[in-house]
């Protein structure tokens, strides 16, 4: 077979590669840079004198090491949201898929109207719901609203029928096991990918998250990285209480600093949306 080449799809790919590389290039280096550099050079090329280790040494020693704190406090909030909500979005898919009930249609399509609602639009009603219930300024906050993923159970729901077969269910009935081991035992694990998939998806939105928390937390030692940072490039435009001249390149490398473990969490865990946790699970 001969290989059919497109020049117009080779550029259209390249043009999506530098859309996606250039941004993180450009924090790249720009975390090798002082605040004066970063205006008086080139932007996508190092300056004559390369600082990123003083930089990160900067960060991570600003304002008594809060930058560690926020990295915590962020680490806290993205990984305790993010299994809550694969594990609701997995339970709450695995029932719409396998169960039928008075009103399941209709609350499916509740599920698909919420998907289109935007999270700014909740903002206010969850910040007051929550003033009342008097979890304002804590990590409660955060959190609690990070475990509703209408998104991530459709996308449950539509994988669960597909990847969980209803013959290896009814094996299982007879066997005797109930309801709560049949999910945590059998359906669970054949639902690994998907799992993964929406655990990684609430994570990076959490984990970005900065609309939330800012309006959620006003202890310093409560924000995540996102508002952190924002409070430190306050700090560098306005030369505020506890401003340098480096604090712009202090959130710069901040930025960059933020989004390692994110890159980790893809690298790690990238190999389970190939797996085919399902081969194997009923005999032929």
């Known amino acids: 077979m001969t290989t059919r080449r497109s020049t117009p799809l080779t550029v259209a790919m390249l043009a999506a590669l530098a859309y996606f590389l250039l941004p993180l290039c450009w924090l790249l280096i720009a975390s090798t840079k002082s605040t004066q550099d970063l205006f008086n050079s080139f932007g996508l ?21 809060v930058f560690v704190h926020w990295l915590l406090n962020t680490v806290l909030y993205a990984v305790v949201s993010a299994v809550g909500a694969a594990l609701l979005a997995a339970a709450g898919g695995y029932g719409f898929a396998k169960f039928r009930f008075r009103g399941d249609r209709f609350t499916f399509n509740l599920v698909l109207g919420a998907v289109m609602v935007p999270t700014t639009a909740l903002a206010i009603p969850t910040y007051l719901l929550f003033a009342k219930a008097g979890l304002v300024n804590t990590p409660w906050a955060v959190i609690l609203p990070s475990l509703v993923n209408p998104f991530g159970l459709y996308l449950m729901r539509i994988y669960a029928a597909d990847a969980v077969p209803d013959s290896l269910l009814e094996a299982a009935r007879i066997d005797g ?7 945590f035992r059998i359906a669970l694990r054949l639902l690994g990918p998907g799992l993964v998939t929406v655990l990684l998806f609430t994570l990076v939105a959490t984990w970005n998250n900065y609309f939330l928390p800012l309006i959620m937390l006003n202890d310093p030692n409560l924000y995540p990285v996102t508002v952190g940072l924002a409070s430190w490039a306050a700090q560098a435009q306005n030369g505020g209480a506890g401003a340098s001249s480096d604090m712009l390149a202090l959130v710069v490398t901040g930025s960059l600093l933020s989004i390692v473990p994110l890159v980790a969490a893809f690298l790690l865990l990238q190999r389970y949306w190939q797996s085919g946790l399902a081969a194997g699970g009923v005999k032929q």
């Open 45 to 65: 090329w190092f300056s004559h004198t390369p600082q990123l280790l003083a930089n990160i040494r900067a960060t991570f020693a600003q304002d008594d090491g």
């Open 177 to 183: 096991a109930g309801e709560a081991r049949i999910f």
